[in-house]
């Protein structure tokens, strides 16, 4: 068998949405060992925010190849393929699961775990880190993060060495220099913060009211998906459906757009929004951002985050010309790295995978989650993956006794109705079945 050290690097990435399989895409490549080529196989996890082809190429991660599959399928492919590494892109549930569906395997030369987290992580961070737990390397974007990381693994006994200081993945671009003939206002918005109709429509027409206070200035609306596209939080009331009912319809200089993210901070001369990840890869390149406060500086709507960041601002000040200035000690804290030290950012992540690619054979994952630490928790989480509380398949009578080629695509065929009747419902009814609620 040809040596894990020698050959390209086949890595897995198994994400469940659009910006984790981007997150993961991203973080797969850059933690590959110096002098390795890489073959990348993307997986995604069937569920609600399976990302669209739109979705997949908007976000601009590629694979060498890619497909869809249920997290037991997933199982099964590694057991049936070699991977060198695999990284779970992926809520800590399906995390946890996927790391004892893994162990469950009891593989010869089983691949190296990574996961981490796609963003900033301002919520349930004891309960994400802990369904993290048992992979061989925990990314936090950083040195901030990894600090907190360690304080919640030895607080409760477990073994912390698993976290590894890196930096966002999708970090990058030209540092900006404001350009005399463009002035562009970029808000980034986010599918459920904040979540009610009355907040998302304040927030609308404040943009709005800022283009018309300023009719040379264009202000963009940056979009994360299209009306029934999912991502990885669920959004009720688009920005879409709530502008076409505006009274007196938008501004000129104003704009509703899509795209890479990295693509629309080429020409942004000013970010805005509520707590979105966009706001590090805005620092990072030095544009002027603004954090708001229009709706309180809270923990449910994630701007606590920024609290020493120097960026907070409510739109009358951003209205009056206000522009922040981001701390630099607060901005290095958290891995915006706007001194240029982004380029070795992962370094340290990726000597740690080449090391753990040196090992002989490497030590069974054992997440801090077991039937004797969680015994209320674990089975029931597990059982929504379909794995038993050892974390192997759940058996069903078909799959017990057989089941024959015709059978199987008779099977396949109920479940991808099933699948795309269970999306309609999520995407298209429920929402409006809430809307209705509130009226």
Known sequence: ?????????????????????????????????????????????????????????????????????????FLRTLREEQYDVVVLALVGGAVQAMLHGIAALKLASRPVVVTGYVGVVYEKLSDGLLLRHGADVVLANSRYDAKR???????????????????????????????????????????????????????????????????????????????????????????????????????????LVYGNMGEVLDRTDLLVTVSSTAALESLHRRIPTAILTDFGVR??????????????????????????RPDPVWADQQGVAADGSYSSAFDTARERVAELLDETELPAVSPYYTATTAPGYLPGLLARYHLAADGTPLTTPAASSGTSGVRRVVREAVRGAARGAYRHGVQRVAPVIRRMGEL
């Not at 970090?171 to 808000?187: K, P």
């Open 149 to 255: 990381f360690r304080a919640v693994y030895e607080g409760v006994g477990a073994d912390a060495s698993s976290v590894t200081e890196a930096a966002l993945p999708f970090l990058g671009g030209e540092r900006y220099v404001s350009e005399e003939a463009r002035d562009t206002v970029v808000f980034a918005a986010q599918p459920s913060v904040p979540a009610s109709r009355a907040d998302r429509t304040y927030l609308l027409r404040r943009l709005v009211q800022h283009a018309q206070l300023h009719p040379r200035r264009e202000v963009l609306l940056k979009l994360r998906s299209r009306v029934g596209e999912h991502t990885t939080h669920v959004e009720e009331f688009p920005y879409q459906r709530l502008a076409e009912k505006l009274p007196g319809g938008l501004p000129p200089n104003f704009r």
């Open 299 to 324: 923990e449910p709507l994630g701007n606590h985050h920024f609290i020493g960041s120097g960026c907070l601002a409510s739109w009358d000040q951003l209205d009056s010309g206000y522009r922040p």
């Open 1 to 73: 068998m040809p040596s894990r050290t020698s050959q390209a690097l086949r890595v897995a990435v198994l994400a469940d949405s659009d910006t984790r399989w981007k997150w993961g895409a991203l973080t797969a490549r850059r933690i590959a060992p110096a002098g390795r080529s890489t073959e990348l196989s993307g997986f995604l996890l069937r569920g609600r925010a399976t990302p669209t082809a739109r979705q997949l190429a908007e976000v601009g991660a590629e694979a060498d190849a890619l497909r869809e599959m249920t997290g037991t399928d």
